[in-house]
């Protein structure tokens, strides 16, 4: 797993605890540290795929988290619903760029 993200972080030189915050003002605190982070991308989706739990990840809190997975799951359903049978375009190596009725498709 790359997290070599982890050491250009701004809370690189925080006390850890920071980022787990017991109250909202502690949210609050640790977003405003990484509202500004070179590597909130990456963060947010390490903790995102590791469905890690506890803690502000990304600029984002344990429900803020949680929202961004459910609207995930319900867009993947909602895809699966008007595209049955495919997995998605990047599991096809011309990156899914076919007609419906192009036989390569
Ligand atoms: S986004 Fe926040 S928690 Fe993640 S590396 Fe940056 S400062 Fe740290």
Redesign the pocket.
Known sequence: MDTE??A?????E?PPAM?FPSDGVGVEI?RR??AT????EP??EHALVNRIDH?????ASERERRRILKRRRLAEMASAVTNPGRTGADTEPDGGHHAPNCPAA
Request: glycine share 18%; aromatic share 14%.
């Open positions: 993200w982890m250009l972080g701004n809370c690189a925080e980022f640790a540290i990484c982070c070179p590597v909130k963060c947010l803690g502000v990840w990304g600029g």
